[in-house]
């Protein structure tokens, strides 16, 4: 009969006909020996419930909802599970039939192998109120904890197919706590609600000298849902007090090795851990509904993975998608013939993946990283809208979120090993305190504080390797939100936001490689954008009115590092970093009511920064190609209205930066050390306009704004050929409309007080020596234009005001001037701050001069008498004056070194243009008295007259020497080849090749 028995009991847990054990039996499976070989399949699905506390109210009672606390698993089915039991780590039939397994020959079969899948699914029904034509009344102290181990741990060492893991610990709580519904009858609630659910745990595995083994496929979730403290009524009163605190966590790292193997040691962890909340919100139709509600959340899933494979085939690499960020709609208000106030303050922590390291010395294709972290925080909250009723919202959101980590990976001595790919998007986007009414009031308060960020150093080395080490990165920072806008249309609404954010994509990418081959190169193209309107009012017979303020931090990757000595096609840099902000604040427009905009923005934004690399003694190596672009698209400050009072008042302070210096060494290469520029800046500022139409706008607006695309640039080629060689392409535009005041019927003012700085490119160095190395080639760009401090008035007054200083810097210092400057004749640098329009040039040093015939020192004091005055009408200021009578200098023609005084004389003034211009002498009022000798044409650089090479001479700084220069210095750039017929000052002009567009209206 015993033997029939269990037989029986055996058959119903195979046909699923038992599945009710009692508390005795689950605590005795719970005692798992954590050395024993895990079960090859062990998968469930657990969902405890626990309701209680909750309240109803109808027209005949009000009733206790009953209480409820049990767990409905694939594992166990059990009542009144303890708070803090471990649900149970095997499914009873696996745990049977592995444990038959034991000590057989077949206990080998799975070799290790396991697959482990879990989801658990805790849900906490507590303290919530619903008021049906009734009323109802909810007090909860709610708590739920959930506890599942899902450590792993296996061995596939030395075998073929062994000791893999495809996990799955997944952990999603739902806590609905604190709400109260009325309907037809009043709701009130105050709850305290906890809830914690835990997961997972570390795993590991090895697949050293095995075939397909020790591979890693992990996902690891922990994504928490809470829906508490909301307030709703229907013709009815809902009030809402309520605290509510979740967490969850799936957490643990990977650890496995491929090392002498073949296809082992990979992982592929999956952390995911947003969460989702729908919390502390207020909707009242034709009623009135009331929270005051306090929550907070984190998630936490993954961990670091470490794994090698040195040396292997295929085997230690790592890939890693994750996802982090709350997604929250917490604290709105919205009213519909009846009122409704939200109060809520929100924090939440969201954390997946982490760091990775990985080795694939002596390998190929192994060692190599590929991760793409996303990090997305996401908020609707504070924001109050309202249909002929009164909504009001007051928030405070604190949101981290992070994913992903560090990456570390070796690739020496390899191929194709060691290699990072990094694709790591960082954003937040936020619906923050904003007011929107339609024949009602509404008003919108929020104060956020928002850090996101993925990924973080890239670290690769190459060394003796071939397509090794090498890292290629898009990192992406792109906060995109609304917030404090106010919208009325036959009502009144209002906006409020101080906005903290901090957003942040990667790190640096550093790649070092020795003696390489297509190795320890970096491709990165980090972007920062910000797509932000926020603090704007726009009212349609109606009242607005907002005050905003925002401090934004945004980077995307950062300065990339590489080496590529004694390499080939190695250590070189591509990079393409972007920064682009686009924001409109601050602007009001109304059309029959009144108005008022107040909106206070700071915005720093980095992409990119300067980099390093070095091609010594290699081929094709070392070389840098950068193409950054730096914008500043801003709408700001704008008062517009027609029929009404429109007030606006903006600042601004903004930093576009996008790359940096870029620097390398191509000392004994070839083809290395080069460097190619092209940096873009364009600039579109647009603030403080007033515009009225039978109305008053007013607009005040202080606005600074930094734009930098690229920088420096410095190389060098020693004993090298084609190498060490600079090319920049620098464009700057910046065009504005800006400070302009049109009035119709109306009074328009405006006051603008402006600052810009836009810079592309910078000053080039580079020196060496070798074929067609270290030479400079510059092709600069530069436009502006702007609609600036125009009045416009039809029966009506416009005012403009304000100051603007605004600069601009394009390619080096000195512009395209030093490129196109002669060889032999050389303009002292600072003859412009020297020389003014009304000045006439001095001779100081003429004592100086090797001429043939020069007077003695001591008749040189005859020096102070004067040119005949009365000639030179007009001239308001002069220098050292020449005598004219006897003893002076008037008839003298001395030679200098074989070259006439007078004739340097006469091609000075030759040199004379039309009008003032850079580096260029001012001409004479007058025609100055003809000297007394005849002089030929003004002499070009190669018809110039050889001069002894034992110095140069000259006269007031001007070098008058014409071999010196003719061959390129360390200092300068190779010029083109002048034409033979062309004359020797045709490019001295710098409009030839650097071009400047200005114009004002």
Aim: contains cysteine.
């Amino acid at each position: 009969m015993q033997t029939w028995a269990k037989r029986g009991i055996q058959s119903a847990f195979v046909t699923g006909g038992l599945l009710m054990l009692g508390t005795g039996i689950a605590s005795a499976q719970e005692n798992v020996n954590p050395d024993a070989q895990p079960s090859p399949v062990d998968a469930g699905v657990s969902v405890p419930v626990k309701v209680d506390q909750n309240n109803l109210g109808t027209p005949v009672k009000n009733l206790n909802v009953p209480k409820i606390d049990r767990t409905i698993s694939t594992d166990r089915v059990t009542s009144a599970v303890p708070v803090g039991t471990a649900a149970p780590v095997a499914h009873p039939l696996i745990r049977q039939a592995a444990g038959r397994l034991q000590g057989t020959a077949a206990q080998g079969l799975f070799r290790g192998n396991t697959i482990h899948a879990h989801a658990d699914v805790p849900i906490n029904i507590c303290g919530n109120a619903i008021a049906a034509l009734g009323n109802s009344e909810a007090a909860g102290d709610c708590t739920q904890e959930t506890y599942r181990d899902g450590t792993i741990v296996t061995d596939g060492e030395g075998q073929a197919l062994a000791g893999n893991v495809v996990a799955v610990n997944h952990v999603l709580p739902v806590q609905i706590t604190g709400n109260a519904i009325a309907a037809g009858g009043n709701a009130t609630t105050a709850t305290d609600a906890s809830q914690v659910s835990t997961t997972g745990g570390p795993i590991t595995t090895n697949g050293d000298k095995g075939a397909v083994s020790g591979n890693v496929v992990a996902e690891q979730g922990a994504t928490p849902v809470q829906i508490t403290g909301n307030g709703i009524g229907g013709v009815g009163i809902a009030e809402a007090n309520s605290t509510a605190d979740t967490f969850a966590s799936s957490k643990g790292g990977v650890t496995t090795s491929g090392k002498n193997s073949s296809i082992s040691g990979n992982a592929v962890p999956i952390p995911l851990a947003p969460l989702f909340e729908v919390n502390g919100n207020a909707v009242a139709a034709a009623a009135n509904a009331v929270t005051e509600s306090t929550q907070s959340g984190a998630a936490y899933a993954g961990g670091k993975t470490v794994t090698d494979s040195d040396p292997a085939t295929l085997a230690g690499n790592i890939a890693e998608p994750a996802l982090a960020g709350p997604v929250t709609v917490d604290d709105n208000a919205a009213a519909g013939a009846g009122n409704a106030t939200a109060v809520s303050d929100t924090t939440n922590d969201s954390t997946a993946g982490g760091q990775h390291n990985t080795n694939g010395k002596g390998s190929t294709a192994s060692g190599n990283i590929a991760d793409a972290p996303i990090s997305l925080p996401t908020s609707v909250g504070g924001n109050g809208g309202s249909l002929v009723g009164n909504a009001l919202t007051d928030h405070t959101n604190d949101a981290t979120s992070t994913a992903g980590g560090n990456n570390y990976t070796v690739g020496n001595n390899s191929v194709l090993s060691g290699n990072v790919a990094d694709v790591p998007p960082a954003s937040a986007v936020d619906v923050c305190g904003n007011g929107a009414a339609g024949g009602g009031q509404a008003g919108g308060t929020c104060v956020n504080d928002v850090k996101s960020e993925t990924g973080g150093y890239q670290g690769a080395t190459g060394h003796d390797s071939v397509g090794s080490g090498n890292v290629v990165q898009t990192p992406l920072a792109a906060p995109a939100e609304t917030y404090g806008l106010a919208g009325a249309v036959g009502g009144t609404a209002a906006g409020s936001a101080d906005e903290t954010k901090d957003v942040c994509s990667s790190g640096r990418p550093n790649a070092v490689d020795d003696n390489g081959t297509v190795s320890s190169n970096i491709v990165t193209a980090p972007t920062a954008v910000a797509p932000q309107v926020f603090g704007d009012t726009a009212g349609l017979v109606g009242n607005t009115s907002s005050d905003t303020a925002n401090d934004t931090s945004v980077r995307a990757g950062q300065d990339p590092l590489s080496s590529g000595k004694k390499s080939s096609l190695s250590g070189n840099i591509v990079q393409a970093p972007t920064s682009t902000p686009a924001q409109v604040f601050g602007n009001g427009a109304t059309l029959v009511g009144n108005n008022s905009a107040i909106a206070d923005n700071a915005t720093d934004m980095q992409a990119g920064g300067p980099a390093w690399t070095t091609g010594k003694d290699g081929s094709l190596a070392g070389n840098a190609v950068s193409a950054p672009v730096a914008s500043g698209t801003q709408v700001m400050g704008w008062a517009v209205g027609g029929g009404s009072n429109v007030d606006s008042a903006a600042t601004n302070d903004l930093d576009s930066v996008a790359g940096g210096d870029v620097a390398s060494n191509g000392d004994g290469g070839s083809v290395s050390g080069n460097l190619i520029g092209a940096q873009a800046t364009p600039f579109t500022p647009v603030p403080g306009n007033s515009v009225s139409a039978a109305g008053i706008t007013n607009s005040d607006s202080v606005t600074d704004t930094n734009i930098i695309a690229g920088g420096d640039s410095s190389s060098s080629a020693q004993d090298a050929s084609v190498s060490g060689n600079l090319i920049h392409v620098p464009a700057n535009a910046a065009a504005g409309v800006y400070a302009d005041a049109v009035a119709a019927a109306g009074q328009a003012n405006t006051v603008t007080d402006k600052v810009s700085h836009t810079q592309a490119g910078g000053d080039m160095e580079t020196e060496g020596s070798g074929p067609l190395s270290a030479r400079e080639m510059t092709a600069p760009a530069e436009a502006a234009a702007k609609v600036a401090r125009v009045p416009v008035e039809v029966l009506g007054q416009a005012t403009t005001a304000g100051t603007s200083d605004d600069t601009q810097l394009t390619g080096e210092d000195e512009g395209t001037l030093r490129a196109a400057k002669l060889k032999g004749i050389q303009l002292p640098k600072g003859v412009d701050s020297l020389m003014k329009a009304n000045e006439v040039p001095a001779f100081h040093g003429i004592d100086q001069l090797p001429v043939n015939a020069l007077p003695s020192p001591e008749g040189l004091t005859g020096l102070a008498g004067q040119l005949p005055t009365p000639a030179l009408p007009g001239v308001a200021e002069e220098r050292t004056e020449l005598p004219t009578g006897p003893g002076g200098v008037a008839s003298v023609t001395p030679n200098v070194q074989g070259l006439p005084l007078g004739q340097v004389l006469d091609a000075a003034e030759g040199l004379l243009p039309g009008a003032a211009a850079e580096r260029s002498l001012p001409s004479l009022p007058v025609t100055a008295p003809a000297l007394p000798v005849q002089l030929p044409g003004l002499p070009t650089e190669r018809s110039l007259p050889a001069l002894p090479l034992d110095g140069p001479a000259s006269l007031s700084g001007l070098d008058l020497n014409p071999t010196q220069g003719l061959a390129p210095q360390a200092d300068e750039r190779a010029l083109p080849q002048l034409p033979m017929d062309a004359p020797a000052l045709a490019m001295i002009d710098p409009a030839n090749l650097f071009q400047t567009v200005t114009g004002s209206l």
